[in-house]
T-cell receptor, first 116, second 109 residues
């Protein structure tokens, strides 16, 4: 079945550095991918909508210059957390929309980011 | 009013119990509704979609009341393996998902 692969699953980085998270749809083309963030004991919150070949759409309160999204192909979207700070430590998860068949949304496995 | 609201629980129930979760949503134009299950530190996994006519999948029954903007999930004969956080999810207008905070269920022997 369709699978969305997210990498890395866990990453620890120093404050001020940048971290890139990849989200790949393995056997379908995803023109749209979504990036969510989940802080401990909080709900998953949409950060941005990643559109292949165009600029991402960011939710209110999410800094586009800090969370860089690139969706250069129909199977890959990347989220780069730039100049990471400890408050960026969170669970980041992507999902990809497979319109055929059944208009199904698939989630990646998620990435745990810890900024020290 | 939050877009999707759930009772956070926790619900602590013995094995074999029946447990019900409720959820309300604010956007009357919403068209798609789901229950997801999320285990600790894992990605959410689709449990079932929710339809106006109600739907059942084994021990799980989901109901949707559009007039009241209310969604429910009933778990019968609960198992230890049902312990997880159950997320009420509403489809957004752009194909994204809007998540409730989740209701934590703990099934005890």
């Amino acid at each position: 079945g369709a699978v969305v692969s997210q990498h890395p699953s866990r990453v620890i980085c120093k404050s001020g550095t940048s971290v890139k998270i990849e989200c790949r749809s393995l056997d379908f083309q995803a023109t749209t991918m979504f990036w969510y963030r989940q802080f401990p004991k909080k709900s998953l919150m949409l950060m941005a909508t990643s559109n292949e070949g165009s600029k991402a759409t960011y939710e209110q309160g999410v800094e586009k210059d800090k969370f860089l999204i690139n969706h250069a192909s129909l199977t890959l979207s990347t989220l780069t957390v730039t100049s990471a700070h400890p408050e960026d430590s969170s669970f980041y998860i992507c999902s990809a929309h497979n319109r055929e068949p059944g208009n199904t949304i698939y989630f990646g496995e998620g990435s745990w980011l810890t900024v020290v | 009013r939050k877009e999707v609201e759930q009772d956070p629980g926790p619900f602590n129930v013995p094995e074999g119990a029946t447990v019900a979760f409720n959820c309300t949503y604010s956007n009357s134009a919403s068209q798609s509704f789901f229950w997801y299950r999320q285990d600790c530190r894992k990605e959410p996994k689709l449990l079932m979609s929710v339809y106006s006519s109600g739907n059942e999948d084994g021990r799980f029954t989901a109901q949707l009341n559009r007039a009241s903007q209310y969604i429910s999930l009933l778990i019968r004969d609960s198992k230890l393996s049902d312990s997880a956080t159950y997320l009420c999810v509403v489809g957004g207008s752009q194909g994204n998902l809007i998540f409730g905070k989740g209701t934590k269920l703990s099934v005890k022997p």
